[in-house]
T-cell receptor
Framework: SQQGEEDPQALSIQEGENATMNCSYK?????LQWYRQNSGRGLVHLIL?????REKHSGRLRVTLDTSKKSSSLLITASRAADTASYFC????????????FGKGTKLTVNP | DVKVTQSSRYLVKRTGEKVFLECVQDMDHENMFWYRQDPGLGLRLIYFSYDVKMKEKGDIPEGYSVSREKKERFSLILESASTNQTSMYLCASSLTRRGYTFGSGTRLTVV
C-alpha cells in the first residue's frame, strides 16, 4: 500500500488563487519531500522538510508538517499558469535507507 | 546544477529482447535509483544503489537487474523484455538525506 497519499487527486483553479495540496502517510518518517512533474517529464525537487520541522518556505511555496497527524500540506500562493503540473509527496522512512516512497500525486491545473 | 542524463527519451523494443537503460549523473552523488511510473500506480522503486557495486532491490525488482561499475553510471537491464514492462522509467540520484535529482525519463514501449 502507498505510504503517502495526496489529496485531492485533481485541482483546478484560476491564476492568482492559492492552491493547497495535502499528503498523509502511515509510518514514522525521517523527512518528507515535495516534487513537481510537468507532463511526460522527470520530477523536480521542490522542498524537503525534516521530521523535527513544522513549516518551511521557498518562494511562493509553503510546506507544513504535522507528525502527530502524519500529514503535510503544500501551499502555492498566487498561482500562475506555469504551475500547472502534477505534485507528489515522498517520504523517507525513519531508520530506513535513502529510498523515497512516493504518493500518486495531485494534478494541478491553473487556468489563465 | 546536478544533471542526470538518461540515454534515450523514447525506446521501442521487441518482446524477448535484452534492453539496457543508461543513467549518468555528473555531481558525485553516492545514491542512484531506478523507478517506473505507470498511470494509476504512481512511482514504484525497482532498484537502488548507495555505492559502486552495491545494489538493493526495491519494491518491484522482478524481471530487472542493475549494474553500477562506476559511481556516475547506473544501468537498468531488462533481461527479456515483456509487454508489461512498457512504462516510463525514471532515474534519480541524491546525496545522503537530500532531495533527488531526476532525469527526464525514458518512455519504453515493448511490442
Amino acid at each position: 500500500s502507498q505510504q503517502g497519499e495526496e489529496d485531492p487527486q485533481a485541482l483546478s483553479i484560476q491564476e492568482g488563487e492559492n492552491a493547497t495540496m495535502n499528503c498523509s502517510y502511515k509510518t514514522s518518517i525521517n523527512n518528507l519531500q515535495w516534487y513537481r512533474q510537468n507532463s511526460g517529464r522527470g520530477l523536480v525537487h521542490l522542498i524537503l522538510i525534516r521530521s523535527n520541522e513544522r513549516e518551511k518556505h521557498s518562494g511562493r511555496l509553503r510546506v507544513t508538517l504535522d507528525t502527530s497527524k502524519k500529514s503535510s500540506s503544500l501551499l502555492i500562493t498566487a498561482s500562475r499558469a506555469a504551475d500547472t503540473a502534477s505534485y507528489f509527496c515522498a517520504t523517507a522512512l525513519q531508520g530506513g535507507s535513502e529510498k523515497l516512497v512516493f504518493g500518486k500525486g495531485t494534478k494541478l491545473t491553473v487556468n489563465p | 546544477d546536478v544533471k542526470v542524463t538518461q540515454s534515450s527519451r523514447y525506446l521501442v523494443k521487441r518482446t524477448g529482447e535484452k534492453v539496457f537503460l543508461e543513467c549518468v549523473q555528473d555531481m558525485d552523488h553516492e545514491n542512484m535509483f531506478w523507478y517506473r511510473q505507470d498511470p494509476g500506480l504512481g512511482l514504484r522503486l525497482i532498484y537502488f544503489s548507495y555505492d559502486v557495486k552495491m545494489k538493493e532491490k526495491g519494491d518491484i525488482p522482478e524481471g530487472y537487474s542493475v549494474s553500477r561499475e562506476k559511481k556516475e553510471r547506473f544501468s537498468l537491464i531488462l533481461e527479456s523484455a515483456s509487454t508489461n514492462q512498457t512504462s516510463m522509467y525514471l532515474c534519480a540520484s541524491s546525496l545522503t538525506r537530500r532531495g533527488y535529482t531526476f532525469g527526464s525519463g525514458t518512455r519504453l514501449t515493448v511490442v
